[in-house]
């Protein structure tokens, strides 16, 4: 498992708004889920082929479809999707390679040291980079594997690889500037790319944003609430956030007036209610995964209950590409694009095999129990014992 730095690019969108953020996350652990770890081992695959394009091994795999089946150092197996992933960042950065001066100016998953920022706690690993200097010319380019829509202009995290790199490379200002933020499971408006072009001299506000919430971590730690607080580990006991959301619902018994907004005043009150919303939400997903916890230890709550539910038919880790095999064996087609899941074979098969896929599924599939938090009267139990209906 590598290591992170304490400031790390990643979360600059976090701590470059709300410099307490680093305190408030501390000793707070994050549960990698299923796709984060699908990211990872795309990010994986990107990398082995743009290595492999670089140094024209053309006998290599260079295509990320060569990659379905192999297992990444974390032993995930490479599935269609992740190769789709993989291969949507990878055919970016070659076109950008073609069109800025080839392969030989490509960073490729390089540590980046970003002491303009922090002299030591902030550095990271770029996906994919490539500067000619002769052109002027820095392409940022990095993969997104979930469906959250992320910007690439005003990023933050791109914006600290940008201070990085034009330290290291004594970048001058007039420096084009192209990031670009490939996120093929997004499904935006624009497509799988956004790009944002400009001079190096235009980051430098995002540069000093970053060096003066970097310098308040370490002396002077401020709380700031915002849509950024849906990343926070510490949102759960941020008063920031929980004011934040307060204030929102606070509001009565005004005199009566109407508003007259003009359409660019209602046009901008759309984005700031879409970060109010982001961070209500997550603040309500932290206190919801709080409180279930606490009751599975056995803590007693007069207002919620939690209760066990049972999740979709999936795969076992790891299992998919046994699970292709054995099936295939008995003659059923499990693969069209992408392997089936488990409710899509039984849909599939006749009565004849029915039986037989069944078994075969206890072995290669499960279902994930998860729990779920209500109402304590509208719990089972309270259903049960609790609203017993009355004779006459």
């Not at 069109?99 to 922090?118: A, D, K, N, P, S």
């Not at 935006?188 to 980051?203: N, R, Y």
């Not at 730690?221 to 915002?226: F, I, R, S, V």
Request: hydrophobic share 40%.
């Amino acid at each position: 498992m590598s290591a992170h730095a304490r400031l790390a690019p990643s979360s600059a969108p976090l701590w470059g708004n709300c410099s307490g953020a680093i305190h408030a996350s501390a000793g707070r652990i994050s549960e990698p889920n299923e796709r984060t770890i699908q990211g990872t081992a795309a990010h994986w695959v990107m990398e082995q082929c743009a290595k492999n394009w670089r140094s024209s091994q053309l006998e290599a795999d260079l295509f990320c479809a060569d990659w379905v089946g192999k297992v990444d150092p974390d032993g995930t197996v490479v599935t269609t999707e992740i190769a789709e992933g993989a291969q949507c960042i990878l055919d970016d950065m070659l076109l950008m390679a073609n069109r800025f001066g080839g392969y030989r100016y490509l960073l490729i998953e390089q540590r980046v040291h970003m002491t303009r920022i922090h002299p030591t706690d902030n550095w990271g690993t770029l996906d994919l980079a490539l500067y000619n200097p002769e052109r002027k010319v820095l392409v940022l380019s990095d993969l997104k594997f979930g469906h959250r829509l992320v910007r690439a202009k005003n990023n933050l995290q791109m914006a600290d690889y940008v201070a990085g790199l034009a330290e290291a490379f004594a970048m001058p200002l007039d420096t084009e500037v192209r990031i670009r933020i490939v996120q093929p499971f997004a499904y935006a408006p624009w497509g799988s790319v956004d790009e944002h072009v400009c001079l190096l001299g235009d980051l430098v506000p995002l540069f000093q944003q970053l060096a003066v919430k970097a310098r308040e971590v370490d002396t002077d730690p401020k709380l700031t609430a915002g849509k950024h607080c849906r990343d926070c580990l510490g949102r759960i006991d941020c008063p920031a956030a929980r004011e934040y959301a307060y204030l929102w619902g606070s509001i009565c018994d005004m005199p009566y007036q109407m508003d007259r907004m003009s359409l660019d005043d209602k046009a901008r009150e759309i984005d700031l209610l879409a970060g109010i919303a982001s961070l209500v939400k997550a603040r309500k997903e932290a206190l919801e995964d709080d409180v279930k916890a606490q009751l599975a230890k056995g803590a007693l709550c007069s207002v919620k209950a939690y209760q066990v539910a049972q999740g979709r038919l999936n795969w076992r880790d790891g299992q998919e590409k046994a699970a292709r095999a054995a099936f295939q064996s008995i003659g059923v087609n499990v693969v069209n694009d992408a392997l089936y899941t488990p409710t899509q074979i039984k849909q599939r098969v006749g009565k004849d095999k029915l039986q037989t896929v069944e078994g075969m599924l206890q072995i290669f599939a499960h279902r994930k129990t998860n729990l779920q938090l209500v109402d304590r009267d509208d719990s089972i139990v309270s259903r049960a014992f609790d609203k017993q209906p009355t004779g006459e």
